[in-house]
Every structure is written in C-alpha cells, then in structure tokens.
C-alpha cells in the first residue's frame, strides 16, 4: 500500500503510516486485485466513527487508471458503510485533481468547503486548495 501510494502522491506515507492504519479498528482498507495476476491494483482506506467516515487515501496503480477500478472501490466502499449504519461520507481533495474529482463526482459527492493552501507548496508550485466533498449514504 505504501509503494502504491507512493506511486500516485507526491507526499509519500511509511510502511509504519499504513500498518497504523490497518490496526485501527476504525479504519477499513478495500483492495482490488488482478483476477489474473493477483496483483493489486488499488486500494481505498477510510476512518469511520460513528455515523461519518472519511475517506483516509484512494490509489490506483498507473497502468490500471481509467478502467473502473477507482469507481469499484468508491461503489464497494459505499456498499460497505451504508451496511453499517455511515449515514455521511467526507474526503479532502486537490482542487486541481480533475481526475478524481470525476470519479468523486460521478460517484454523488458534493461539495462541502474548501481548505485554502492545505496542500503545501512543492518546489516552484504554489500551495493547493483542498476541496472537502460529502456523499449522503442515508437515502441509499
């Protein structure tokens, strides 16, 4: 999980980060795997408490984007929350991720706020807004 990460975010997450994680009993990881391969091709990882969650982080292998698989985990991962009583889901992300933020979107989420500069500046890049998106999973 942390290589794949690493793979899709500029700011990398430990071994450690990922293992903290997984031992939260909070926290529920989804992976799709390659029926083929079984290599994994993405994973999600949210924090519930109570009636909300918040999407942790969402990775998609490069090779494997555009094919559906970061729809199948969003659609699992509802499913899942929805069954256990989440009536709200939330999740931050970069202003200028076009690419998620259709895949959010089709999904159903809708835009709760906005974090000024809470991505930090990398280099010659100015810092990025956060979008803060909500799904309602009461009506599902």
Known sequence: MA???GLSFAQEWEVSDF???????????L?????EEADVLGFVTVRAAGSEADIVTLAVTPQARRRGVGRALVAGLVESLAGRGVAALFLEV???????LAL?????FAEAGRR?????QRGAAAARDALVLRLDLSVR
């Open 116 to 120: 000024r500069d809470y991505y930090p």
């Open 94 to 100: 970069g202003a200028d991720n076009h690419a998620a």
């Open 104 to 108: 959010y979107r089709r999904a159903g």
């Open 3 to 5: 290589r794949l990460h």
């Open 19 to 29: 293992e903290t994680f997984l031992a939260d009993p909070c926290c529920v990881s």
């Open 31 to 35: 992976v799709a795997q390659s029926p």
